[in-house]
């Protein structure tokens, strides 16, 4: 071990208490101590290995992490710059390849150039080279290699910022309700593996004044379903700016379903709501899917109730006989429906004992008999969403309830989950609260 002051190339920020592996190649025993004591008197925190050729560089370099190469031209199994090259694709792989530093005989600008070209940071000659040249050559090696890994993270960063601009776009699609005073509130969260889900919303205001809006939930967990429901929700929106009747857009609906569909025991659940355009009434359409919640009441008491469902039909996709019927919920004021997937409501609880589950802890949702994980359960979400209203009120109600319930739930839902919230202020002189989240795996991951 050659000690000094030096740091870890893949650290971040310079100095660490880990050594910089340095792996010199070089075939000549005594060249190989004149590096070694060169490295000794250059204060750099070193630790050295050696190889003999670049066969026995390549096989280190697979089994073990180098910080930087400090390869002779001279090998016995490589003639000039073939061993910079060959060495450069052993390390192509690696996520930081290792710096690499030319020590050769061989001197002149064209030498070294020509081996900078091949891939090596740095080319020093030997018998011109002190401990404070090699020692500088090589911090300077180091250090571009770690530039060169910054720029690729950030370029990665900027990547996914575009791909997740674009999944915003795809996931949470812009209301086409022209009424000020409906609100519109959506939210998305994804589940904790990273894969897209089948889970789609949309809301539309038709001519007419009415606003229809639903959330459904294509069965299984992928990048097919998470195809599908795109389509599907595409579709729908199709269907009701064309000016289908909102009695009819589940059976279309259906038709297009199980003309893309993969598989044939794929099936979709979906809650549809109909706001009529004197805003007095809603009809609810259940296909397979859980009832939503109304809320109701003025600013700062708000109060949420769960829907009991009437007229549930079959889920989409299910070769059974029976279409949907519409139920309809009388309404008087301001109001709002929150619609919801089962990701929410299938979310553990982490702590049923008081710790972060909070609402939905002792006397909550569970399984009976301690069978398995509590659920949050609907009645568990209902009184989170409540809590949510007494707390802060109606504005951000989304983001807040979709926080509350990755909280409960102990960190990522392992299904994604989506909820919308549609209502109505009571008056044009109030104007509905519009919103729209994307819960980001990496933004979620900083609380």
């Not at 990547?159 to 997740?164: L, P």
Request: proline share 6%; hydrophobic share 40%.
């Amino acid at each position: 071990m050659i000690s000094g002051d030096g740091g870890r190339a893949g650290s971040e920020g310079g100095a660490s208490a880990e050594p910089t592996v340095v792996l010199l190649v070089e075939d000549d025993d005594g060249d190989a101590l004149l590096v070694t004591e060169l490295l000794a008197d250059a204060e750099i925190e070193i630790e050295v290995r050696r190889a003999t050729s670049v066969a026995q560089a390549a096989d280190e370099l697979a089994q073990s992490a180098v910080d930087c190469l400090i390869v002779d031209l001279g090998l016995p199994d490589a003639v000039g710059l073939g061993a910079v090259e060959r060495l450069r694709r052993s390390t192509e792989r690696h996520p930081v390849p290792p710096a690499l530093v030319v020590l050769t005989g061989h001197a002149g600008i064209d030498q070294g150039v020509r081996a900078v070209a091949a891939g090596a940071d740095d080319y020093l000659v030997k018998g011109e080279t002190g401990p404070d040249l090699l020692g500088r050559s090589l911090r300077y090696a180091l250090q571009r290699r770690r530039s060169a890994a910054q720029q690729r993270a950030l370029y990665r960063s900027e990547v996914r910022a575009a791909e997740t601009a674009r999944l915003e776009r795809a996931l949470l699609p812009k209301p086409l309700v022209e009424d000020v005073a409906v609100s519109v509130m959506v939210g998305y969260l994804p589940g904790g593996n990273g894969l897209l889900g089948g889970d789609f919303f949309d809301s539309v205001e038709m001519a007419d004044g009415t606003v229809l809006s639903m959330v459904g939930d294509v069965a299984g967990h992928g990048p097919d379903e998470a195809a599908l429901g795109a389509t599907l929700r595409t579709a729908w929106r199709t269907l009701v700016l064309t000016g289908t009747p909102p009695v009819d857009v589940l059976g279309h609906l259906e038709r297009v379903l199980v003309t893309e569909r993969s598989r044939p025991e794929t099936f979709v659940t979906l809650c549809q709501v109909a706001v009529a355009a004197d805003r007095g009434a809603i009809d609810l359409y259940l296909a397979g899917h859980p009832a939503p919640m109304l809320l109701t009441g003025p600013v700062g008491a708000v109060r949420c109730d769960q829907v009991d469902p009437t007229s549930r039909g079959r889920a989409l996709g299910i070769p059974i006989d029976g279409g949907w019927v519409p139920q309809r919920l009388e309404v008087d004021g301001p109001f709002a429906v929150l619609m919801y997937t089962d990701g929410l409501v299938e979310a553990s609880v982490a702590d049923p004992v008081g710790g972060p589950a909070g609402p939905a802890g002792p006397g909550g949702p569970g399984r009976p008999g301690g069978r398995g994980p509590e659920r949050i359960g609907v009645d568990g979400l209902h009184r989170l969403v409540q809590l949510e209203l007494d707390e802060s009120g109606f504005v951000g109600v989304v983001e807040r309830v979709l926080r509350r319930v990755r909280a409960v739930h102990g960190g990522p839902l392992v299904d994604d989950a989506a909820m919308l919230v549609i209502g109505w202020t009571g008056t044009s002189e109030v104007v509905g609260e519009r919103s729209s989240t994307l819960a980001d795996s990496a933004e979620w991951a900083r609380w």
